[in-house]
């Protein structure tokens, strides 16, 4: 069989049975995240373009989409869902040796709510949760077989463009399809994905681009290539197979085949999972860990801070250091912003209110951050591993001076984030924006069995009575 038949194959048999129980736990920490994530902001502005986005250019139907209507088209819903789960950048992640491999949460949540709302009453709490899990794990396995060397990464690489056969995964099992009408989506999905663009998120020009990573494209790609098998259109049918295949297509110089299926059903790539501490770029993380550790250790006030020096890697050094960013989506991507909402100690779920981006003393703050090259750190971030280590030194007005440092992302699977900070950070995200925020957690966690969801991804999302 070819990989993409292999693939097919694979998605359209798997059973939630077939998962180990401590992964499909896992993986309904990874749907509870994204929902959270959804919520929190689904209230800002980033919101409204998103409804506003999806309402010009996706015409009428049944799906819901965070804090709005529920009469999107599915591909519509798919888009503004997956754009509001990563609008705060507090969504999950990939992260296998040390790479940071995209926010499949975002993408492939919103295509399993699309596909809720387009069968309302007809997909049972398992079947739901077997295709997430046979998205997450082809998802994962994709991005890691086709990662590049780092001389091609410095060329060309997509953070989430390969989310989008990750999205078409969940939306096709889910609605039942069967071998045939799953193979052809993946075709389309791989050929609908956008081009890699990590390099051109107008890291000199600011503001950076607000899609950003890609999943919401993605996650539109995945059910729009769903719904054109559906309609009995043919797309590629080996569009992962050979030299010319879909690492090639999305920048990359080789393709490790093997990880792609070896142990396919029994080496659950779904581990690999990972989830985020802070509403932030994860190369910003160890600095902000840093900075996080210092401030509640030495009882500090920010007022008496007088100076705050980074040593880390030259990436962060170059693009990093907007000390006045226009937008949340810029804040994001500053290691100044960010680290004074640490140092400040600001609930993750205000960081990027308009008070704090014009606040004056948040911007003080900030202005009082330095970054030099570290040239180890910078060897590690060259390498292989793509490791965003960071070195934080704080200087007290009185002249005292305290250091952290941390060389790997907290909540990997190297430093996983205990199921209960994740469950504490979806409460904080719900609270004020469901009803019961607790109940509906109960719920979410204990799902997986053959009752169906009569009220759509409305019910799952914890917007009508459960």
């Known amino acids: 069989m070819t990989l993409t038949t292999t693939l097919a194959r694979f998605a359209c048999q798997l059973q939630l049975s077939d998962v180990p129980p401590t992964l499909v736990t896992k993986l309904k920490l990874h749907v509870l995240d994204a929902l959270g994530c959804g919520w929190a902001a689904s209230g800002t502005g980033l919101g409204d373009q998103a409804r506003a986005l999806a309402r010009a250019s996706g015409g009428l139907g049944q799906c819901q989409v965070f804090a709005g209507s529920s009469d999107y088209s599915p591909a519509a819903a798919a888009f503004a869902n997956a754009f509001i789960i990563n609008a705060l950048d507090?969504?999950?992640?990939?992260?296998?040796?040390?790479?940071?491999?995209?926010h499949p949460g975002s993408s492939l949540v919103a295509?399993?709510?699309?596909?809720?709302?387009?069968?309302?009453?007809?997909?049972?709490?398992?079947?739901?949760?077997?295709?997430?899990?046979?998205?997450?794990?082809?998802?994962?396995?994709l991005i890691n077989a086709l990662q590049p060397s780092a001389e091609s990464f410095a060329k060309a690489y997509g953070v989430a463009q390969h989310q989008a056969i990750g999205a078409a995964v969940v939306y096709a099992r889910a609605c039942g399809f069967d071998e045939q009408q799953m193979h052809h989506t993946l075709g389309f999905a791989a050929t609908l994905a956008c081009v890699p663009s990590l390099h051109k998120y107008n890291w000199q020009q600011r503001p950076i681009v607000t899609l950003k990573d890609g999943v919401a494209p993605a996650a539109q790609a995945g059910v729009q290539a769903a719904l054109m098998?559906?309609?009995?259109?043919?797309?590629?049918?080996?569009?992962?197979?050979?030299?010319?295949?879909?690492?090639?297509?999305?920048?990359?110089d080789r393709f490790a085949e093997r990880d792609l299926i070896e142990g396919l059903g029994c080496d659950w790539y779904l581990r690999f999972g990972s989830f985020k501490r802070y509403p932030a770029c994860r190369w910003l993380a160890t600095a902000l860990e840093c900075a996080q550790q210092l401030i509640r250790t030495s009882g500090w006030a920010p007022?008496?801070?007088?100076?705050?020096?980074?040593?880390?890697?030259?990436?962060?050094?170059?693009?990093?250091?907007?000390y006045a960013p226009a937008s949340a989506t810029d804040a994001q991507f500053s290691l100044p912003y960010t680290l004074a909402a640490t140092l400040?100690?600001?609930?993750?779920?205000?960081?990027?209110?308009?008070?704090?981006?014009?606040?004056?003393?948040?911007?003080?703050?900030?202005?009082?951050?330095?970054?030099?090259?570290?040239?180890?750190?910078?060897?590690?971030?060259?390498?292989?591993?793509?490791?965003?280590?960071?070195?934080?030194?704080?200087?007290?007005?009185?002249?005292?001076?305290?250091?952290?440092?941390?060389?790997?992302?907290?909540?990997?699977?190297?430093?996983?984030?205990?199921?209960?900070?994740?469950?504490?950070?979806?409460?904080?995200n719900?609270?004020?924006?469901?009803?019961?925020?607790?109940?509906?957690?109960?719920?979410?966690?204990?799902?997986?069995?053959?009752?169906?969801?009569p009220a759509g991804s409305g019910q799952w999302m914890g917007c009508t009575e459960t």
């Not at 997909?123 to 899990?133: K, M, Q």
């Not at 007022?303 to 907007?322: G, K, P, S, W, Y």
């Open 90 to 102: 507090h969504d999950d992640g990939v992260e296998i040796d040390g790479k940071g491999m995209g």
């Open 111 to 141: 295509a399993a709510m699309a596909a809720l709302d387009s069968h309302p009453g007809a997909i049972s709490e398992a079947d739901l949760l077997a295709a997430l899990a046979a998205g997450f794990e082809i998802n994962n396995r």
């Open 229 to 252: 098998a559906r309609a009995g259109l043919a797309g590629s049918q080996d569009v992962l197979d050979g030299p010319q295949g879909y690492w090639r297509m999305i920048g990359s």
């Open 303 to 322: 007022e008496d801070i007088a100076q705050i020096n980074v040593r880390t890697f030259a990436r962060l050094c170059d693009d990093f250091m907007v």
């Open 344 to 428: 400040m100690q600001l609930p993750a779920t205000d960081w990027y209110s308009e008070a704090n981006l014009h606040s004056s003393e948040l911007r003080a703050l900030a202005a009082k951050v330095h970054a030099d090259v570290d040239p180890e750190l910078d060897a590690r971030w060259l390498s292989a591993d793509r490791q965003p280590g960071a070195q934080v030194t704080l200087v007290h007005s009185n002249g005292e001076t305290i250091q952290a440092a941390q060389a790997t992302p907290y909540g990997s699977e190297k430093r996983p984030m205990a199921d209960m900070e994740v469950i504490a950070k979806a409460q904080a």
């Open 430 to 453: 719900l609270l004020g924006r469901v009803r019961e925020p607790e109940r509906f957690i109960r719920n979410l966690l204990a799902s997986g069995s053959d009752a169906n969801y």
